[in-house]
């Protein structure tokens, strides 16, 4: 298997096409090669990535796949677990029309350049054709690429269902996101902390281009490189920016736009990504590479979902600050092509205003107050620093304050108000007065207010927990679990009888849940 030193700054020689693990024929023919394939980004030219067949993963087994996900490629789900889907899902064939490869792309880390990365264990079988356009199907966990550096290019079942059941998630959430088609499983062995077991995910995207993928040629001085990719990704994804004075001050412009409403969405749920290295940041604002996440359970701006992160580089309240900062790690990267300091400046400036005014705009909708006023901040900031004292539950307590008491006839159940979530209630009631005193402001009936404020704060978020339920079924073989929380997570603003479990507070255990790089 071909591999490059670590940090390597040459790219890697391009393999002519690469023999499938297995060769696709009639007669295994399954949905993959049904198939209307369009690659465009192997069109790019070769020193974008290597092509090469994912390695073939032993015995594989279905575990999970996503219906929705399946409806929005056309695909009728129970073709996934036909046997001809499964070869493909675990890189064992690769479909008629596809042309995998690994990308190549750089990125900082942590705030440190880190030099070359790239796909270190995931597959680009190619783009498909869909009622919503091209998108393109990715196979992480499938075998080491030139840039696994020291990794063995797979990923266990643990993080590939963690993986899943967030993207899934983080769609019924309506926040722009990779998604998740399927998982598939085999008892291979793979070595983390203790051993555990591969799987693969396939994933799904318009594109994965990131703000590392910029910098990679940037970092080079490869101008035609950096030309070409600002070109592919402006023409395909952001063709309005074509028609600009200066194209690629706009493509920078559009990204700082999409991030700064991606990253409202963040916060608005109490979503931490742990790992915004520039390498994990999407050019289309969407939310990528799922490794050690967390959703907020109880309130701590300060909370550090990834065990690895010691400094706390990427804490909740830190997010809107990292992406600014690796926009300007983009905005670097483009100089070259927009060649003007206050040009490419002016591009990503406004991301503290469309952060900020966005961010106002959520919590009123989160507060179910339609006008802005005088005040309202300090009624905010008073909110959070009850939150942040009481560390009280962040999804549970917006779900239940459109329950405080207007515009239902059902009094709130004993031990499942608001207000029973906060030790000092007295503080509790104090704000709620001034609360409701502003509600009583808006012109909107009560009944009104209460709809709008359930359909942004979501009863269900994947909660650690959660999913830690899911894999350890699965580690026996269970995978009706994954099933039934994806589907609960599909509809996080629904009540949803016989779930009310899934909406509950963590239990104690789920404190001491670790989650960090590994996986
Ligand atoms: P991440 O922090 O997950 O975004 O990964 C950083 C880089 O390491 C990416 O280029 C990944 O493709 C690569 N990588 C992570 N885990 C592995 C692995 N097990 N094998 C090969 N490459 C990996
Ligand atoms: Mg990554």
Not at 185 to 209: C, K, L
Not at 310 to 338: D, H, K, T
Request: aromatic fraction near 8%.
């Amino acid at each position: 298997m071909p591999h490059s030193p670590i940090n390597s700054v040459e790219a890697p020689p391009v393999a002519d096409d690469p023999k499938p693990a297995v060769a696709g024929d009639e007669a295994a023919a399954g949905v993959f090669d049904r198939a209307r394939w369009n690659n465009r980004f192997a069109g790019l030219p070769a020193a974008f990535g290597t092509r090469l067949a994912p390695t073939p993963l032993p015995s594989p087994y279905f575990v999970a796949a996503s219906a929705p996900a399946a409806a929005s490629l056309g695909i009728d789900p129970r073709e996934l677990i036909e046997s001809a889907a499964i070869e493909v899902l675990a890189g064992n064939r690769v479909p008629a029309g596809a042309r995998p490869m690994a990308a190549v792309y750089s990125g900082h880390q942590f705030g440190v350049w880190a030099g070359q990365l790239g796909d270190g264990r995931a597959h680009l079988l190619g783009g498909v054709e869909t009622a919503d356009g091209v998108v393109d199907l990715q196979l992480k966990g499938a075998g080491r690429t030139p840039y696994s550096r020291m990794g063995d290019g797979r990923a266990v079942l643990r993080s590939s269902i963690r993986e899943f059941l967030c993207s899934e998630a983080m769609h019924g959430l309506g926040i722009p996101t990779t998604r998740a088609l399927a998982i598939v499983g085999s008892d291979q062995p793979v070595i983390r902390e203790t051993v555990e077991t591969a799987a693969v995910v396939m994933r799904m995207a318009p594109s994965f281009v990131r703000f590392g993928s910029f910098e990679h040629w940037a970092s080079q001085n490869r101008v035609d490189e950096l030309r070409a990719l600002a070109d592919h990704v402006v023409d395909t994804f952001y063709p309005a920016c074509r028609d600009a004075a200066d194209p690629y001050q706009a493509l920078l412009a559009a990204v700082t736009e999409r991030t700064a409403r991606s990253i409202v969405q963040w916060q608005s749920v109490g979503f931490c990504h742990g790992v915004m290295n520039t390498d994990n940041m999407s050019v289309l604002g969407l939310t990528l590479d799922y490794g050690p996440f967390g959703f907020l359970d109880g309130f701590d701006a300060k909370h550090v979902c990834n065990h690895t992160d010691e400094r706390g580089r990427y804490s909740y309240a830190n997010q809107p600050a990292v992406a600014r900062w690796n926009l300007y790690c983009l905005a670097e990267a483009l100089m070259p092509l927009i060649d003007d300091v206050d040009r490419a400046e002016a591009a990503v400036a406004p991301f503290k205003t469309l952060y900020t005014d966005g961010m106002a705009a959520s919590l009123h909708a989160k507060l179910g107050l339609v006008e802005e006023r005088d005040g309202d901040s300090a009624l905010i900031d008073a909110l959070f620093a009850l939150l942040q004292d009481g560390r009280t539950d962040f999804t549970i307590f917006f779900r239940r304050l459109a329950d405080l008491g207007w515009g239902t006839d059902e009094p709130p159940r004993p031990g499942r108000s608001v207000r029973d979530l906060f030790v000092d209630r007295e503080r509790f009631d104090a704000w709620a007065v001034d609360y409701r005193a502003r509600l009583m402001q808006e012109g909107r009936e009560a009944g009104a207010t209460r709809v709008a404020m359930r359909s942004v704060n979501p009863g269900y978020v994947l909660r650690n927990h959660l999913a830690e339920a899911a894999i350890v079924a699965a580690r026996v073989g269970d995978f009706t679990e994954i099933e039934r929380l994806s589907r609960v997570l599909q509809r996080p603003f629904d009540d949803q009888p016989g779930a009310e479990r899934y909406a509950d507070l963590p239990p104690a255990w789920a404190g001491s849940l670790e989650v960090s790089c590994s996986s």
